[in-house]
């Protein structure tokens, strides 16, 4: 890396803009607030700059800066949520057959009305981001609230209606189409249920929305569907992966294709690996629930750096070649006592459309049984583009034969900015 660092010095540096404060950890990255001028002399990554702020030089996070150039207008990020994209993605019928073909999704859903269905009569209940409106439908087929007020920003709310109307649930089910953060909903709720979770649980951000609709409209005393989520890592072996983006330019067609390799890293093991099939037999120690969210008290400004750690004994010796992370979702029975309905997406778990979340490290490490992987996760939310963010991972190893052989490690993973 120094190397690079030094070509890329002669470039003259350029100049960018903090678009939010940023606080460095460890003796090498810079800390620097909203607005900060820094003069970026080299990028020796897609994540992480050599930049200069204030004439100490270290390492910035790229996701933090905008290039400083006096024509440049703020309209260039006019739709920070992206919403012209998100919304259209799901006004067509892609993305809600994946996620109603996803049976333990669904049927979780299900069963959490069917099991609350006698303390739902006569509720009222908001569904956020119904889609095509399958969970109100199981509200007014399978219980018998007042109301379900079925709230959804695309396109798809026209066809909702159809639906609801087809399948006799007109008298209690009243589609809204809008985002719910700015619509007008006739009367506070009962029960705010929403199908929200993202890859690695928050991505798309849509749990800011939910938040927010939280907070205008469920009652005190309101339950919120589901109740708790929690972001859960594991250390693993990825050696299928490994091979098939890095193991591939040792020989292929019996060529030496290596100095790719330092490419290969970069392009395929910086950002993470969406919908990987993670099996049980991957993983090198016991799972941990890193990040935990109670959906009742959590608070939109939780959201910007969500931080958990993790203490990993390994249990089996090999190659550790990256983390991968899943979400479980819980929902609390409306009855005093009742049973806890709760969606595992985890590889031990029936698989998901989620399936799990690959972090690849830039280099593999070799591991024995017993030693300890300790560190911390923080998810960065994106303070321009809303509903990315950036998963950190710090981490070191204390090997259980030499505390000498103990590496120390950080990787950061954008999703996707
Ligand atoms: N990761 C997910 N579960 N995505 C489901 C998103 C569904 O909720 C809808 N949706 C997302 N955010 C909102 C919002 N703020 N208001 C209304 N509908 C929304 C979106 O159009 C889609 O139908």
Request: overall charge negative.
């Given at each position: 890396m120094e190397a690079e660092k030094e070509d890329e010095e002669d470039a003259s540096p350029e100049e960018f803009v903090a678009l939010s404060d940023f606080s460095g950890s460890g003796s090498e990255q810079l800390s620097f607030s909203s607005g900060d001028k820094l003069l970026v002399h080299a990028k020796p990554s897609a994540a992480w700059w050599w930049a200069e702020v204030r004439g100490v030089i270290g390492y910035v996070p790229a996701s933090y800066l905008r290039q400083d150039t006096a024509e440049e207008e703020d309209t260039s990020i006019e739709d920070p949520w992206q919403d012209e994209e998100y919304f259209g993605s799901y006004g067509t019928l892609k993305l809600h057959l994946e996620m109603l073909s996803d049976r333990s999704r669904t049927e979780t859903y299900r069963q959490v009305v069917l099991r609350n269905s006698a303390s739902l009569k006569n509720k009222a209940v908001m569904d956020l981001g119904?889609?095509?409106g399958i969970i109100s439908l199981f509200c007014a087929q399978l219980a018998q609230p007042?109301?379900?007020?079925?709230?959804?920003?695309?396109?798809?709310a026209e066809y909702t209606k159809q639906l609801v109307k087809q399948n006799g649930c007109e008298e209690v089910v009243t589609v809204l189409q809008g985002r719910a953060e700015e619509l007008e909903l006739p009367e506070q709720v009962d029960v705010l249920v929403s199908?929200?979770?993202?890859?690695?649980?928050?991505?798309?951000?849509m749990v800011e929305s939910v938040l927010l609709a939280r907070d205008r409209w469920l009652r005190d005393g309101g339950v919120m569907w589901p109740s708790a989520a929690a972001l859960t890592l594991v250390p693993c072996r990825a050696d299928r992966y490994y091979a098939e983006k890095m193991s591939f330019w040792e020989r292929p067609y019996g060529l030496d294709f290596t100095p790719l390799q330092p490419l290969a890293q970069q392009e395929f093991f910086t950002k993470p690996k969406f919908s990987h099939h993670l099996e049980p037999e991957d993983c090198l120690a016991v799972s941990c629930d890193v990040i935990c969210l109670d959906m009742h008290t959590l608070q939109v400004s939780d959201l910007e750096e969500m931080k958990g750690e993790f203490h990993f004994c390994m249990e089996k010796s090999g190659i550790f070649h990256g983390f991968t992370a899943w979400f479980t979702v819980q929902f609390e029975s409306l009855e005093m006592g009742g049973a806890t309905v709760k969606l595992n997406t985890g590889p031990d778990s029936e698989p998901t459309h989620w399936k799990q979340t690959l972090f690849m490290l830039d280099r593999p490490v070799s591991v024995n049984v017993g030693d300890i992987l300790s560190g911390t996760v923080t998810l960065h939310r994106n303070p321009v583009w809303r509903r990315h963010m950036t998963v950190a991972l710090h981490w070191n190893i204390n090997n259980s034969k030499s505390d000498a052989d103990s590496c120390q490690k950080e990787t950061w993973h954008p999703i996707w900015r």
């Amino acid at each position: 890396m120094e190397a690079e660092k030094e070509d890329e010095e002669d470039a003259s540096p350029e100049e960018f803009v903090a678009l939010s404060d940023f606080s460095g950890s460890g003796s090498e990255q810079l800390s620097f607030s909203s607005g900060d001028k820094l003069l970026v002399h080299a990028k020796p990554s897609a994540a992480w700059w050599w930049a200069e702020v204030r004439g100490v030089i270290g390492y910035v996070p790229a996701s933090y800066l905008r290039q400083d150039t006096a024509e440049e207008e703020d309209t260039s990020i006019e739709d920070p949520w992206q919403d012209e994209e998100y919304f259209g993605s799901y006004g067509t019928l892609k993305l809600h057959l994946e996620m109603l073909s996803d049976r333990s999704r669904t049927e979780t859903y299900r069963q959490v009305v069917l099991r609350n269905s006698a303390s739902l009569k006569n509720k009222a209940v908001m569904d956020l981001g119904c889609g095509t409106g399958i969970i109100s439908l199981f509200c007014a087929q399978l219980a018998q609230p007042s109301v379900v007020y079925a709230v959804e920003a695309s396109s798809m709310a026209e066809y909702t209606k159809q639906l609801v109307k087809q399948n006799g649930c007109e008298e209690v089910v009243t589609v809204l189409q809008g985002r719910a953060e700015e619509l007008e909903l006739p009367e506070q709720v009962d029960v705010l249920v929403s199908e929200w979770m993202g890859n690695c649980l928050l991505f798309e951000f849509m749990v800011e929305s939910v938040l927010l609709a939280r907070d205008r409209w469920l009652r005190d005393g309101g339950v919120m569907w589901p109740s708790a989520a929690a972001l859960t890592l594991v250390p693993c072996r990825a050696d299928r992966y490994y091979a098939e983006k890095m193991s591939f330019w040792e020989r292929p067609y019996g060529l030496d294709f290596t100095p790719l390799q330092p490419l290969a890293q970069q392009e395929f093991f910086t950002k993470p690996k969406f919908s990987h099939h993670l099996e049980p037999e991957d993983c090198l120690a016991v799972s941990c629930d890193v990040i935990c969210l109670d959906m009742h008290t959590l608070q939109v400004s939780d959201l910007e750096e969500m931080k958990g750690e993790f203490h990993f004994c390994m249990e089996k010796s090999g190659i550790f070649h990256g983390f991968t992370a899943w979400f479980t979702v819980q929902f609390e029975s409306l009855e005093m006592g009742g049973a806890t309905v709760k969606l595992n997406t985890g590889p031990d778990s029936e698989p998901t459309h989620w399936k799990q979340t690959l972090f690849m490290l830039d280099r593999p490490v070799s591991v024995n049984v017993g030693d300890i992987l300790s560190g911390t996760v923080t998810l960065h939310r994106n303070p321009v583009w809303r509903r990315h963010m950036t998963v950190a991972l710090h981490w070191n190893i204390n090997n259980s034969k030499s505390d000498a052989d103990s590496c120390q490690k950080e990787t950061w993973h954008p999703i996707w900015r």
